[in-house]
């Protein structure tokens, strides 16, 4: 081969080389680029689930308040008013018995419980108006708001807990009593749970009195005499075994 000839060879292969390199450069900086935007993108999206998180919990948070504001107002009876006169105005922010602050309450925490269900404040407003449903007596009421409550916050959770106790004592306010043996039951062999286990087995001891089941009974009694001899619950609990004997 002539020398012209291997000269510009060399000068083809030289470009070549050289259009490749410009190419793979331009390539790479499409992909820096575009893995760039990707980052950006990725990021404000993030950013803005933490914002709309941060915005929504704070809603929660201050619905929540402001119902429990009516939960735990002060009760205060009126003095009877002076013969002849007008009933005394009951004072701002309080209320004349409890039924009328749980009546008022129910309302306000039921809006918190729906508008952000799944949030901490949300299940809170849920838990607090199933109890206050119990105390006024709507039984029904409170065991189905305390199974959303363990629905909205997990098997583990310690207000998914304490709601199951809640739906064993509903369930025996309303006479439903194998049913709440079986919550009770469920509770009392949950090695997990935070729940004091003789207030559990002094509930299941009773739930299996009402239904008439003596021997289950007596044996719920008796783990509590046994296992939580100091316990508050012991005393009740050994009268409860020595009026079963008798019966």
């Known amino acids: 081969m002539r020398a012209a000839d291997r000269h510009r060879l060399k000068e083809n292969e030289f470009a ?8 793979a450069v331009t390539q790479r900086r499409r ?9 950006i993108v990725v990021i404000l999206v993030i950013g803005g689930v933490f914002a709309w998180r941060g915005n929504r919990n704070t809603k929660a ?74 105390e006024l007596g709507r039984y029904a009421e409170a065991e189905q708001r305390y199974q959303e409550v363990v629905a909205k916050a997990g098997r583990s959770s310690i207000y998914s807990r304490t709601a199951r106790l809640g739906i064993g004592d509903a369930q025996m306010a309303q006479a439903k009593y194998d049913a709440a043996m079986t919550t009770l039951k469920e509770l009392s062999t949950d090695t997990q749970s935070q729940l004091p286990l003789d207030g559990v087995l002094m509930q299941l001891g009773r739930a299996a009195m009402q239904a008439g089941k003596k021997d289950e009974a007596t044996r719920a009694f008796t783990r509590v005499v046994d296992e939580f001899p100091q316990s508050l619950y012991a005393p009740e609990a050994k009268e409860k075994i020595a009026e079963l004997k008798k019966a």
């Open 16 to 23: 070549h080389s050289v259009a490749r390199a410009r190419e």
């Open 31 to 39: 992909e820096v680029t575009t893995t760039a935007s990707i980052a």
């Open 61 to 134: 948070t201050n619905l929540l308040a402001s119902a429990l504001a009516v939960a735990e107002a002060p009760v205060v009876a009126p003095p009877p008013p002076a013969p002849g006169s007008a009933p005394p105005v009951q004072q701002p922010g309080t209320f004349r018995t409890e039924r009328e602050r749980l009546e008022a309450a129910v309302p306000r925490l039921q809006q918190a419980a729906d508008a952000y269900p799944n949030t901490d404040a949300g299940i809170t407003a849920r838990f607090r108006l199933a109890g206050s449903l119990a």
